[in-house]
C-alpha cells in the first residue's frame, strides 16, 4: 500500500522562495504610485487601498491560489497556465487601480506600477519560466508562445486597457514618433549585424585556415570589444564627418558624422569578434573523419567547406550571431546621443526631464526585443542541431 | 567565356553606383531643405520646433532633425555643415571661444553682440534674434520661506545666511564643484558647509526641484534654472542675481551664413517670435512639457497658433 509524502516532501523549493518574496513584496512595498504630476514625490498605495472591494478580494483570492498552486509540487502544466493567469490578474488590477486613481479628464497625474507589482510580476514571470523549462517544449512551440504572447500584449494594449498608466501616457504624447524610432532601432541593430557577418564570416574561415592571422585577427578585434560604445560613436563622428565635407555624394548617401552612419560603424565593429570567434571554434570542431569522408567522396575545397564544415558549424556559428544581436540592440541605445535616433531616444530625454516613466518608454520595448531575439535564436539554433543528425 | 562574365559583373555594379550618384546628386542640385536640429533637452528642442514651424508657415521647406545630441554633437553638426540651424544659449559662447573672462558674457546685449562677432569671424554662423530672458543658474527657495525671511535677491539670500538662516541646498555636483557655487559665495559673501548642501549624483534640476518642494532631509533651496517650467509648479521663488554674477544665457537660433543667404527672409520671420518669449511664458511653456508631460512639438505649435504667429 502506498503511503501519501508527508506534506514537507511535497513543498517546492522556488514555489516556496517565490511565495516568500511575492508575499513580502505585497506586505512592504507600494503596488502602484500616485503623482499629481510628473516632478513631485509620489504617494504609494497598497493592492487593497486602492481597489474597489470586489475587485480586491478577487484580486486576493486569484494570489492566494497562486502561491498555493507555487508551494505544492503541482503538475507543470497547471503551474504554468496559473502563473500565466497570475501574471493577467496582477496587469488587470494594476490597470484598474490606474483608472481608479485618475481623475476622470486628467492628463497631468502619473499612476506607475510600484515595486510590489514588478516583484509579483517578476515571480509569476519566474514561476513560468520554471514550469515551461519542466515542460521542455520544442523550439517552435517556445516560438508559438513567445508570438501569442506579444499578440496578447499588442491587444490588450491597442484596447486601451493600460490608457491611464504612466507609460501610456509618455506613449499617447510620443505616439507620433515611436513607431519610426522603433524602426530605426530595429535597423540599426539588424543592418549592423547583417553587414557584419557578411565580413565576419569570411574572416573567421580564413582565421581557420590560416592560423597565422589568429593573434593578429582576435587580438585587434579585442581591443575593438574594450573600447565603451559611447567613447567608439565619438571617435567614428570626426572621420566620417570629414567623408562626408570631402565627397558629398558620400553625405547625401546618409553616411554623416551625425546620424545613423556612426552608429552603424560602431555596432558593425562590436560584433565583428564573437562572430570571427564563433566561426573558427565551430571549424575547429567539425570531426576530422567528416572532412576525410567528404573529400574521400570527392567533393571539391568549396564543396568540403560549404557542404559539409559551415553546415556543422552552423549551431556554434548562429550562437554568435544570437550573442550579437542580443549585445546589438541593447548598445543601439545609446545610438540616441549622436542622433541615430531609436528607442534610446526616449531614454535619454527621460533621464533629461528625469521623467522614469518616458525611460521606461524606451526600456521596456528594447528590453522585449532582445528577449524575442534570443527566444527565436534559441530555437532556429536547435533545429539545426537537430537537423544534420 | 568565364572571364568575359567575370568581366561584365562589375561594370555593372559601377553602372549601378553611377546611377546611384547620379540620382544623389539630382536630389541635391533640386531645392535644400533647411534642416533644423535640437539638442535633447525639452526647452531647447520646443525653441527649435517654434523656429521651425514659424518657416514651415512660411512657405520654407524644413527636415526636422531635432533631439540629436548634447551640446559638443550639434554644435558639431552646426559647424561641419550637416545641420543648418538649431537654438543656442548665448552664454555657451563663452566655453566655445575659450573667453571666460570677459565680463560682457554676464550682459544679454553684450554677450550677444560678442559671440555673435566672434561666431561669424571664425565659422561664418549668424546669431538671429535672442529671447529677452535667461537661462542661467539661480537659486530658489520654498515659498513660506522666501515670505517668512523677506527673500527676493541674492543678496537677501546673502544676509540671511551670514544671519545663520538653515539653509539646505540641493544642487547638481557640477554646480558645487565646477565653480558656480564659489563664484556666487564669492560675489555675495556668504558661505556654505559641505552639511548644508545636498550634492545630487545626477543633479537635473527636477530632481533638485523635487528635494526643495517636498522638504527631503531638511531641503529647503534648490539649483535651478532661470526657465524652469518646475519652478512656479513646485511652489518656489526663484531669488534675482542683483549682482549680475551669472552669466546670461539667452535663446538664441544661430544658422548657417550660406543656409541663410538662400532664404534671407528667415531673420524677419525668426525676429518676432524670439522677441514674444518672456521669461514667464517660457517657464509656463516648459511646465507643460516637464511637468505635464504634452510634447513638446505640441506645446510649440499651441503657443505660435495663440499668439498669431501660425495660421
Known amino acids: ?389 | 567565356m568565364q572571364r568575359h562574365s567575370a568581366y561584365r559583373q562589375p561594370t555593372r555594379a559601377a553602372a549601378l553606383l553611377c546611377a546611384l550618384l547620379l540620382l544623389a546628386a539630382v536630389a541635391r542640385a533640386g531645392s535644400t531643405p533647411l534642416i533644423v536640429s535640437s539638442k535633447l533637452d525639452s526647452e531647447a528642442t520646443m525653441l527649435s520646433q517654434m523656429v521651425r514651424l514659424v518657416l514651415n508657415g512660411a512657405g520654407i521647406t524644413t527636415i526636422d532633425r531635432t533631439r540629436i545630441g548634447a551640446t559638443p554633437v550639434v554644435r558639431k553638426a552646426l559647424l561641419t555643415g550637416e545641420i543648418d540651424l538649431y537654438v543656442e544659449y548665448s552664454g555657451n559662447a563663452e566655453f566655445f571661444f575659450n573667453d571666460s573672462a570677459d565680463p560682457a558674457w554676464k550682459d544679454l546685449r553684450q554677450g550677444y553682440a560678442l559671440g555673435a562677432r566672434l561666431d561669424y569671424a571664425a565659422n561664418h554662423i549668424v546669431w538671429l534674434t535672442p529671447a529677452p530672458v535667461s537661462n542661467s543658474w539661480a537659486l530658489a527657495v520654498r515659498r513660506d520661506l522666501a515670505e517668512r525671511a523677506q527673500l527676493r535677491t541674492m543678496s537677501d539670500f546673502a544676509r540671511w545666511v551670514r544671519g545663520g538662516g538653515a539653509v539646505v541646498l540641493a544642487c547638481s555636483a557640477e554646480f558645487a564643484n565646477a565653480g558656480t557655487l564659489r563664484a556666487l559665495e564669492q560675489t555675495y559673501h556668504f558661505t556654505l558647509s559641505s552639511a548644508q548642501l545636498i550634492v545630487l549624483a545626477g543633479g537635473e534640476t527636477a530632481a533638485t526641484i523635487g528635494a526643495a518642494a517636498a522638504g527631503t532631509n531638511g531641503t529647503n533651496t534648490a539649483m535651478v534654472y532661470g526657465t524652469d517650467g518646475g519652478i512656479t509648479a513646485a511652489n518656489l521663488v526663484m531669488l534675482a542675481d542683483d549682482l549680475h554674477e551669472q552669466p546670461i544665457y539667452a535663446p538664441v537660433p544661430l544658422i548657417r551664413e550660406a543656409a541663410l543667404r538662400s532664404n534671407p527672409q528667415i531673420a524677419q520671420l525668426v525676429r518676432p517670435l524670439m522677441e514674444s518669449l518672456d521669461l514667464a511664458t517660457l517657464r509656463a511653456l516648459n511646465a507643460r512639457v516637464q511637468i505635464d508631460g504634452e510634447a513638446d512639438e505640441a506645446v510649440a505649435a499651441d503657443y505660435l497658433r495663440a499668439h498669431g504667429f501660425l495660421k
Open chain 1, 1 to 389: 500500500m502506498l503511503q501519501p509524502l508527508p506534506l514537507w516532501h511535497r513543498v517546492d523549493p522556488l514555489g516556496a522562495l517565490l511565495t516568500a518574496v511575492g508575499a513580502l513584496a505585497l506586505a512592504t512595498l507600494p503596488f502602484v504610485v500616485f503623482k499629481a504630476n510628473r516632478i513631485v514625490p509620489g504617494e504609494a498605495h497598497g493592492l487593497l487601498q486602492v481597489l474597489p472591494a470586489g475587485l480586491a478580494l478577487a484580486c486576493q483570492v486569484a494570489l492566494l491560489i497562486a502561491a498555493t498552486v507555487a508551494l505544492v509540487r503541482f503538475s507543470a502544466p497547471l503551474r504554468l497556465a496559473v502563473a500565466l493567469a497570475t501574471i493577467a490578474v496582477l496587469a488587470l488590477a494594476l490597470a484598474s487601480a490606474a483608472d481608479a486613481l485618475t481623475p476622470p479628464g486628467n492628463k497631468v497625474v502619473r499612476v506607475a506600477a510600484g515595486g510590489a507589482f514588478w516583484l509579483l510580476l517578476v515571480c509569476s514571470g519566474l514561476m513560468a519560466t520554471d514550469a515551461i523549462t519542466r515542460l521542455r517544449p520544442g523550439p517552435l512551440v517556445r516560438v508559438a508562445l513567445l508570438a501569442g504572447f506579444l499578440l496578447v500584449t499588442l491587444l490588450v494594449l491597442a484596447h486601451g486597457t493600460f490608457d491611464h498608466l504612466s507609460v501610456m501616457r509618455e506613449y499617447a504624447v510620443n505616439a507620433g514618433r515611436f513607431p519610426r524610432a522603433l524602426r530605426q532601432h530595429v535597423l540599426l541593430a539588424l543592418g549592423s549585424l547583417a553587414a557584419a557577418v557578411v565580413v565576419a564570416l569570411p574572416l573567421g574561415i580564413l582565421c581557420h585556415r590560416l592560423p597565422r592571422l589568429r593573434p593578429g585577427v582576435l587580438g585587434t578585434l579585442n581591443v575593438i570589444q574594450t573600447i565603451p560604445a559611447i567613447a567608439l560613436f565619438g571617435i567614428l563622428m570626426a572621420p566620417l564627418g570629414a567623408l562626408a565635407a570631402a565627397l558629398p555624394w558620400v553625405g547625401d548617401l546618409g553616411i554623416r558624422g551625425i546620424g545613423a552612419a556612426p552608429a552603424a560603424v560602431a555596432l558593425f565593429l562590436y560584433s565583428l569578434l564573437p562572430i570571427v570567434a564563433n566561426t573558427l571554434q565551430g571549424l575547429e570542431h567539425v570531426s576530422r573523419s567528416a572532412v576525410e569522408a567528404a573529400r574521400g567522396m570527392g567533393m571539391t575545397a568549396w564543396q568540403v567547406l560549404t557542404g559539409v564544415e559551415l553546415i556543422l558549424a552552423l549551431p556554434v556559428i548562429l550562437t554568435g550571431v544570437r550573442v550579437v544581436l542580443v549585445q546589438n540592440i541593447g548598445m543601439t541605445t545609446v545610438a540616441a546621443l549622436i542622433g541615430g535616433g531609436g528607442l534610446g531616444t526616449f531614454v535619454f530625454q527621460g533621464i533629461g526631464q528625469t521623467a522614469i516613466d518616458l525611460v521606461l518608454l524606451g526600456a521596456i520595448p528594447i528590453v522585449v526585443l532582445a528577449f524575442s531575439a534570443a527566444v527565436l535564436l534559441d530555437a532556429l539554433i536547435e533545429v539545426m542541431q537537430r537537423a544534420p543528425s
